[in-house]
């Protein structure tokens, strides 16, 4: 089961409406998040933030759980993508995590598609960083020179 651990921001009411009830909504999670652990992986942002400020913003839990960090690199300017980088080198357990990359096909947002050379070199940052699974976004984008990158690391 995949729960998306991301905030609402594109709904700015609805951001607002569930500030309100932002405490008891967090313990519900992790509750949930605790009682289903084993059948359970988030969907998060990525680690731009340090830890303790995604623990208390609520989309980052401490529990034993198969953790999807959202990173597509192609979205967000170098700086940014830096940052994220230097905090994905800093994430222990990293048999815990799938990165999600991408995109490689247009997505709600018509953000930037990940070209061949930024996928495979995203690939080797994590594969040289330790973590062993990757999701890749938006494969209605799927076509020969992606297949190439992909089965290098295969």
């Known amino acids: 089961m995949l729960i998306d651990l991301e905030p609402p921001l594109l ?3 609805l951001f607002l409406k569930n500030l309100l009830k932002f405490r008891k909504n967090k313990a519900l999670i992790k509750n949930f998040l605790k009682d289903n652990k084993k059948r359970i992986t988030t969907a ?3 680690p731009i933030l340090n830890l303790g400020l995604r623990e208390l913003s609520g989309i980052e839990y401490n ?3 198969e953790k999807g960090l959202m990173w597509y690199s192609s979205v967000y300017p170098d700086f940014i993508n830096k940052k994220i980088k230097k905090n994905l080198l800093k994430i222990q357990q990293k048999e815990s995590y799938i990165i999600g990359l991408g995109v490689i096909a247009q997505g709600v947002f018509s953000e930037d598609l990940m070209s061949y050379i ?7 940052f994590i594969k040289k960083a330790g973590f062993k699974k990757v999701a890749i976004f938006r494969l209605g984008g799927l076509n020969e020179e992606y297949m190439q990158v992909v089965n290098k690391f295969s």
């Open 63 to 65: 529990l034993d759980i």
């Open 11 to 13: 709904n700015k009411r």
């Open 44 to 46: 998060q942002a990525p």
């Open 118 to 124: 930024k996928l495979e070199e995203d690939l080797n």
